[in-house]
């Protein structure tokens, strides 16, 4: 039995929803009733059934929805993806690694077969029946990266390594949490991080990059970042930000449930083979209050964590203006009961 | 004075004579006295292998200071976009070994750092020290128009209009810092205009 991809949107009516089969597998990221910044990678290994991460490239029912969404943020604006000229061996080597991972994960859907360099890729939501020349970009309709990220969910970035650092040097980046491609490509890794505050003087850097630097192919890595978003919008790009920023305004006691969002990113790192670059994708799942509060715990957690964020960790992430409205409607559904350690609903 | 600074935005030094016998100043306005008072430390014969272009300022201000030098050329463009065609065939023909000395306006060092990177020199290679105004070159995230001569925080980019928040977030490729909607979230706030970068 596939996937039933939802017919919805990320912009203008925002039909975007989770089905409960969804809420509960929703990527919760805290494990503890308070957050600060960590250096929080642990191995990317297939978790539980049911759980997002059952397969390591994740396709869930958002899927055709959102490659409709990056179609139209690619037409409006194609400098989200950018790959400077040495990146195109890295750019089939994410081929081969999302074609191979989701047709592994969801044979149902996707197919892909092998004959010497000569491929076939068949992607049955999005009606793709492609035969190519791995390694030949004329035998695509775009570059290896552009094609197979219009076709997984989630923003992708190239990592460059070398002079032990690594370098941000192509991107896929549509469903953003506010930085920009176009302005950070070719920059190394404490640069394209400069202006995230406090994490800097905590030697978080330091120590994510050489974790990084040493990732060994076929053992991937992750970690968890959050931020909050109104309305279930993808691209929350400093693009276009004098569009949604007003959004953020509009929240009020009466449609908080609704209108506000928890933006969870599951960020993965892979080494990659030809290349031995890093791929690092940034899957952006979205969960509106509504649905995260029917389930107990996450309600009272998510209330002691953001009543207790540092505010310049609360001005980074952008939720000053709406934060003491969410507090308020969120201690509602706070009993000051305990909440079970672990990231899981119970 | 930049009170609190973060990684990406560029720290600048001071110019010294490095090995070599071919060497590439630029300049503009202040960055003049970069040059002159660098020529101190130098070895004998040092700007006889020496090309100084340097930009000046409409009273033709430091001219002889630079031509006392006695550099083996003295190039003298009326601005940094007449310059860049020549600069890139330069920077394109060097031998490898070519050192290059950028000095003046923030401005000037990251456009010229931009053809330099442009042509495959290694950023940490360059020379460069910072002289005169602390006047920004900025793009609008937004409509990704390059404002020059930025002066004021917040400032408003001279392409789409909108007012902009001009950040330390610098970019070598594009040369510039970036520049976000200060009042995007609510556009009846207009933050008061103050001079920031004098």
């Not at chain 1, 991107?171 to 994490?199: K, R, Y």
């Not at chain 1, 990084?212 to 790009?237: C, E, F, H, Y």
């Not at chain 2, 272009?53 to 009273?59: A, G, L, R, S």
């Amino acid at each position: 039995m596939g996937i039933t991809f939802r017919k919805e949107t990320f912009r203008d009516d925002f039909t975007f929803k989770n089905s409960p089969e969804h809420i509960r597998r929703f990527p919760f990221p805290f494990n503890e009733d308070a957050y600060m910044y960590a250096v929080n990678i642990e191995p990317h290994v297939v978790g539980p059934k049911g759980s997002v991460l059952e397969n390591l490239i994740d396709v869930d029912e958002h899927y055709v929805a959102e490659m409709q969404d990056r179609a139209l943020v690619l037409a409006e604006d194609p400098l989200r993806c950018q790959s400077l000229p040495h990146m195109t061996l890295a750019g089939w080597d994410l081929l081969e690694l999302l074609m191979e991972q989701q047709a592994l994960g969801y044979p149902e859907h996707f197919t892909l077969e092998r004959n010497g360099d000569r491929w076939r890729w068949i992607n049955r939501p999005l009606g793709i029946d492609d035969t190519f020349t791995f390694g030949d970009v004329s035998t695509l309709p775009y570059g290896p990266m552009e094609y197979i990220t219009r076709q997984s969910q989630g923003d992708f970035c190239i990592l460059d390594q070398r002079d032990g650092n690594l370098w941000m040097d192509a991107g896929m980046v549509t469903t953003q949490a506010d930085w920009s491609l176009d302005f950070d490509i070719g920059m190394n890794f404490f640069e394209w991080h400069a202006p995230v505050p406090l994490a800097h003087e905590k030697g978080i850097f330091t120590r994510a990059l050489k974790f990084l630097t040493n990732i060994q192919q076929g053992k991937p890595a992750r970690r968890l970042n959050w931020t909050m978003t109104v309305n279930p919008r993808l691209d929350t790009s400093p693009e276009n930000y004098h569009k949604w920023g007003p959004d953020r305004a509009t929240v009020t006691p009466e449609n908080v449930g609704d209108k506000v969002h928890l933006r969870v990113e599951l960020q993965s790192f892979w080494r990659l083979p030809r290349s031995n670059g890093i791929v690092f994708p940034i899957r952006c799942y979205l969960i509106k209050m509504d649905e995260l509060v029917t389930q107990p715990k996450w309600a009272r957690r998510l209330h002691r964590v953001i009543r207790d964020l540092p505010e310049e960790l609360a001005t980074y992430k952008g939720l000053t203006r709406y934060r003491p409205t969410l507090v308020e409607w969120l201690s509602k559904l706070d009993d000051d009961g305990p909440t079970s350690p672990g990231f899981g609903p119970d | 004075m930049t009170a609190k600074t973060i990684i990406s935005r560029p720290i600048y030094g001071t110019l010294s004579p490095q090995p070599g016998k071919h060497h590439l100043f630029i300049a503009d306005a202040e960055g003049a006295l970069a040059i002159t008072d660098m020529a101190g430390k130098a070895p004998p014969g040092f700007f006889d292998g020496a090309e100084i272009v340097f930009i000046p300022d409409p009273e033709g201000k430091h001219i002889s200071a630079l031509e006392a030098l006695e550099p083996a050329q003295l190039h003298l463009p009326p601005s940094f976009a007449s310059l860049l065609p020549r600069l890139r065939q330069t920077l394109t023909n060097a031998h490898m070994g070519l050192r290059l000395y950028l000095a003046g306006t923030e401005g000037l060092i990251g456009q010229a750092m931009q053809a330099a990177l442009e042509a495959g020199v290694d950023h940490t290679s360059i020379e460069t020290e910072h002289r005169g105004s602390l006047a920004r070159r900025m793009q609008c995230v937004h409509c990704k128009g390059i404002t020059e001569n930025v002066t004021t925080q917040p400032a408003a980019c001279s392409h789409c209009g909108l007012l902009l928040l001009v950040r330390d977030h610098y970019s070598r490729r594009l040369a510039a810092f970036q520049g976000v909607c200060i009042n995007a979230e609510d556009r009846s706030e207009i933050p008061p205009m103050e001079e920031a970068f004098p």
